[in-house]
T-cell receptor
Framework: RKEVEQDPGPFNVPEGATVAFNCTYS??????FFWYRQDCRKEPKLLMS???SGNEDGRFTAQLNRASQYISLLIRDSKLSDSATYLC????????????FGAGTQVVVTP | NAGVTQTPKFQVLKTGQSMTLQCAQD?????MYWYRQDPGMGLRLIYY???????DKGEVPNGYNVSRLNKREFSLRLESAAPSQTSVYFC?????????????FGSGTRLTVV
């Protein structure tokens, strides 16, 4: 079983709509959680951290459910520029910064 | 401020050939990492170096060697390339005290082994 699992999509979203997707992780020792964005096999770029209390960054909202071991990302008022692959990333405590990546969820925003 | 620089950006190798992927960072980061990314899979850690002078295996180290030449440079070597090593390779560096916000990726090396 993969340590971090994501629905690969694609999620086809009309411009202006809301899209949400989840990621599950298997290691309960996981401590830090993040969403990365990746465009066309370019390098991943940090989108936002995920906190237990939930957090927003503009149109993006992230949630963490430790009991059920899943993370979610919601994108409101989708823009064409939001089309990308969103990577769920987990880091265990004392792991020397080693990251566990999900395979990514593809989002395609259409006009 | 270049960040993390990887060379080459593209490479085609024949099976059995060797090559070294270069990575350099100018941010005075202590930790450096090599990941590979294959279709349908997340990035997987090959090797990492927590600090200058140390290296450790990651999830998929077989077929690779690394050298932390100095604080700036962390190279990845394929001694005898195999088609299974066709992948996109990302180098990254991190300043531990900055947590994940100190994590910076290079732009990647696209390697094809034929």
């Amino acid at each position: 079983r993969k340590e971090v699992e994501q629905d690969p999509g694609p999620f086809n979203v009309p411009e202006g709509a809301t899209v949400a997707f989840n990621c599950t992780y298997s290691n309960s020792a996981s401590q830090s959680f993040f969403w990365y964005r990746q465009d066309c096999r370019k390098e991943p770029k940090l989108l936002m951290s995920v906190y237990s209390s939930g957090n927003e960054d503009g149109r993006f909202t992230a949630q963490l459910n430790r009991a059920s071991q899943y993370i979610s990302l919601l994108i409101r008022d989708s823009k064409l520029s939001d089309s990308a692959t969103y990577l769920c990333v987990v880091m265990r405590a004392d792991s020397w910064g080693k990251l566990q990546f999900g395979a990514g969820t593809q989002v395609v925003v259409t006009p | 401020n270049a960040g993390v620089t990887q060379t080459p950006k593209f490479q085609v190798l024949k099976t059995g050939q060797s090559m070294t992927l270069q990575c350099a960072q100018d941010m005075n980061h202590n930790s450096m990492y090599w990941y590979r990314q294959d279709p349908g899979m997340g990035l997987r850690l090959i090797y990492y170096s927590a600090s200058e002078g140390t290296t450790d295996k990651g999830e998929v180290p077989n077929g690779y060697n690394v050298s932390r030449l100095n604080k700036r440079e962390f190279s990845l070597r394929l001694e005898s390339a195999a088609p299974s090593q066709t992948s996109v390779y990302f180098c990254a560096s991190r300043k531990p005290e900055q947590g994940l916000y100190g994590y910076t990726f290079g732009s990647g090396t696209r390697l094809t082994v034929v």
